[in-house]
């Protein structure tokens, strides 16, 4: 997309999580994409008039890039049916918005569930957005021990669930928690603060965690992500972090860690589904 002029934009509905902003279409057409950035979950497209498209795939969402010999165009009365069909994952019935640009490619938003969000930003908006403002450091970027230290020092909440709050630490998906608590061999249902030491410093163990979510986290990437509610990159191919699950799904199995001879068990902890092995993780 970086470099295309948006040339038309199709909305097939008034909004998804929230109604897309007014006038959308027009305020983007004839805007050139600048750049792609990630923020947490959130997509950043930068335009050249000094705009950001706001994007968050929510439970469900996916772009899906095609090029120019994909793509025919509609005429007027036509644009409330997608033409793409099953090359979005679901017969076209969800292709929500539809981004052509110049060189005749296009890019399609599906998302079944409609929990995503597509809003319109100044530049420089980003630090006071209202879905923004609060969220804390990216993990795969200048993040460590120290920091998360500082964030869990009075905390008791269970380290699990502090780890899924987006506050903490952004991007560390239900899946990646478990399976970095269980290389990190800490329980998750431990309290927070007993991670950090008196003196406001981390402990051996929470350092050992940083470490593992960020192991994690770029295997995961390297794979392709985890394929759960059917996650596909741009290009429709399936993730396959899955086949590297130590933890996660495996409940009754046994622990993966040499020597270990635990079995894996399921818990519930806010609302999620937490394993983890009883036997090396404390
Ligand atoms: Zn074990």
């Known amino acids: 997309m970086v470099g295309r002029i948006i040339t038309k934009v199709i909305l097939r509905r008034e909004g998804l999580r929230f109604p897309f902003p007014t006038d959308f279409e027009n305020k983007v057409t004839g805007t050139q994409v600048e750049s ?3 923020r947490a979950k959130y997509l950043l497209i930068d335009l050249d008039d000094g705009r950001i498209i706001l994007s968050h795939l929510g439970m469900s969402g996916r772009y899906t890039l095609f090029d120019n010999t994909k793509v025919r165009s509609y005429s007027q009365t036509e644009n409330r049916i997608s033409r793409f069909g099953s090359a ?11 981004f052509q640009f110049d060189d005749g490619s296009a890019a399609v ?3 079944p569930r409609r929990f995503g969000i597509m809003d319109l930003i100044d530049i420089g908006e980003e630090p006071i957005h209202f879905l923004l403002e609060n969220l804390g450091p990216e993990p795969l970027l200048a993040w460590d021990a120290n920091q998360l230290a500082k964030a869990l020092k009075n905390k008791s909440t269970n380290i699990k669930v502090a780890l899924l709050d987006q506050r903490v630490v952004v991007g560390v998906g239900n899946i990646y928690a478990c399976e970095a608590l269980h290389r990190s061999g800490i329980h998750p249902t431990r309290s927070s603060k007993t991670l950090v030491r008196k003196d406001g410093k981390p402990t051996a163990k929470l ?3 940083v470490e593992k979510v960020i192991e994690v986290l770029h295997q995961a990437v390297e794979v392709g992500g985890s394929s759960l509610n059917d996650f596909a990159d741009v290009n429709g191919t399936l993730g396959y972090f899955g086949h590297h699950f130590q933890a996660y799904d495996r409940e009754d199995g046994p622990c993966l860690k040499e020597g270990c001879g635990g079995t ?4 519930t902890q806010s609302g999620r589904s937490t394993f983890l092995c009883p036997r090396c993780q404390r």
């Open 36 to 38: 792609i950035r990630r």
């Open 88 to 98: 979005t994952g679901f017969d076209g019935r969800h292709d929500h918005v539809e």
């Open 109 to 111: 938003y599906t998302d």
């Open 207 to 209: 350092s050992l965690l």
């Open 264 to 267: 894996i068990e399921r818990i």
